[in-house]
T-cell receptor, first 116, second 117 residues
Framework: AQKITQTQPGMFVQEKEAVTLDCTYD???????LFWYKQPSSGEMIFLIY??????QNATEGRYSLNFQKARKSANLVISASQLGDSAMYFC?????????????FGIGTKLQVIP | GAVVSQHPSRVICKSGTSVKIECRSL??????MFWYRQFPKQSLMLMAT?????????EQGVEKDKFLINHASLTLSTLTVTSAHPEDSSFYIC?????????????FGPGTRLTVL
């Protein structure tokens, strides 16, 4: 089974609107971490937000928030007030195990395009 | 956040030559670094985990003799693609774990685009 599933190959959003990028995960490890990264056309991977499996509250970082639903094993990324610069590939990723030294598995990504 | 650099950002080489890619953590000590490969329009695939002062751990299907990894210091890991062939052309990207900034986050370098002719 896929450890990270992103079912939206491409998404469009109007500038200034909010958009949700879906991510579901599969693990039997009670300790894990979930990440979202942004990859613009330049190729660099930009860390956006992190959610630990034991975190009680949903993570937020500026315009980014992570809708963490543990029972459903979903970790959707919500981008509020979309900007043209948000157009990029977005990858959901998971680390299994408690340490930051553990490897991270990536989903296939969602291409977001913000329309003026 | 933490800063990770990679050098070179882009390299073109002839088939059969070896190419070395450097990954540096600029403002923190990285005991663990990760090397990924990304083919066009695909996701990142982990190649190996690099630990300072010890042998790298390679993922299944990755040839350790072809992709040599050296993590000689807490700020530098190198990936050498030996006897490169056109099928090795890809985007190689490293990441580093920093316990100083966060116990869990991995920060990525800007990547190296390798083209083998």
């Amino acid at each position: 089974a896929q450890k990270i599933t992103q079912t939206q190959p491409g998404m469009f959003v109007q500038e200034k609107e909010a958009v949700t990028l879906d991510c579901t995960y599969d693990t039997s490890d009670p300790s894990y971490g979930l990440f979202w990264y942004k990859q613009p056309s330049s190729g660099e991977m930009i860390f956006l937000i992190y959610q630990g499996s034991y975190d009680q509250q949903n993570a937020t970082e500026g315009r980014y928030s992570l809708n963490f639903q543990k029972a459903r094993k979903s970790a959707n990324l919500v981008i509020s007030a979309s900007q043209l610069g948000d157009s990029a590939m977005y990858f959901c990723a998971m680390r299994e195990g408690p340490g930051g030294y553990q490897k991270v598995t990536f989903g296939i990504g969602t291409k977001l395009q913000v329309i003026p | 956040g933490a800063v990770v650099s990679q050098h070179p950002s882009r390299v073109i080489c002839k088939s059969g030559t070896s190419v070395k890619i450097e990954c540096r953590s600029l403002d923190f000590q990285a005991t663990t670094m990760f090397w990924y490969r990304q083919f066009p329009k695909q996701s990142l695939m982990l190649m190996a985990t690099s630990n300072e002062g010890s042998k790298a751990t390679y993922e299944q299907g990755v040839e350790k003799d072809k992709f040599l990894i050296n993590h000689a210091s807490l700020t530098l890991s190198t990936l050498t693609v030996t006897s490169a062939h056109p099928e090795d052309s890809s985007f190689y990207i490293c990441s580093s774990h920093s316990g100083e900034f966060s116990t869990d986050t991995q920060y990525f370098g800007p990547g190296t685009r390798l083209t083998v002719l």
